[in-house]
């Protein structure tokens, strides 16, 4: 029975991290906020145990802090991290771009041109809240397409290992520096160059979207 509980307790606390990073990643929780574990386990639908060892677990990651007579408080992501990821990118995916440009199939350059397209279409008739979701998907997809093509296992993996801090750049740039349409445009100019197989126009294209989130991470947040 004590090794049963242990497993269950391994398993909620697990379960408990992946959704509390996910709030984190999302600005469900945003930066700067005081999280309260009692507030946590109701909203996980769990004891407080599970929730100390997922907290534990994220202050560990970074993503969480601990102050003295205030609490855990969201750790905030500064801006000079975040410009070291964009740097990184940089470097990466202009060399995967480079070379998958001439290598990607062409139905899945036509598939995400299609789906731009598609997304492009719902803004201009929904709320921008309820079509960021499909520009997330979107330029989710379009990167792991280049990386794929690329045939560079290592690209992906390194970035991947930065994929929290990619995707609080990537959703508060676009929620609170309204950068939809111009990641749209700078993702359609990436899926054109494909399409055209021009890896100077793809390096080009690639390097300055990914200037270009590095620059507005710097920006004040528009009211």
Known sequence: MEISDNIRKA???????????????????????????????????VSRDPVRKAVSRLAQ?????????????VKSLS?????????????????????????????????????????????SIQPED????????????MHSEIYAASSNSM????????SSIIKRIQISNITYHKRANATLSEMHEIILALKARNPERAVNAM????????KTMAMPVEE
Do not use: W
């Open 11 to 45: 398993t909620s606390a697990d379960v408990v991290y992946e959704k509390m990073k996910n709030d984190i990643v999302t600005l469900f929780f945003k930066p700067g906020e005081k999280l309260s574990e009692t507030k946590l386990a109701a909203r996980y639908g």
């Open 207 to 214: 390097r300055t979207h990914i200037d270009n989130i590095k």
């Open 61 to 73: 990651e970074g993503m969480l802090e601990s102050k003295p007579q205030v609490g855990t408080l």
């Open 79 to 123: 801006i000079e991290q975040g410009k070291d990821v964009c740097d990184l990118r940089c470097l990466l995916e202009c060399y995967a771009i480079e070379r998958a440009v001439e290598t990607i199939d062409e139905k899945i350059i036509d598939s995400l041109l299609k789906e731009y397209n598609q997304v492009v279409a719902l803004l």
């Open 130 to 141: 309820q079509v960021r979701s499909l520009i997330y998907d979107l330029d989710g997809k």
């Open 155 to 162: 690209v992906a993996e390194t970035i991947n290992s930065f």
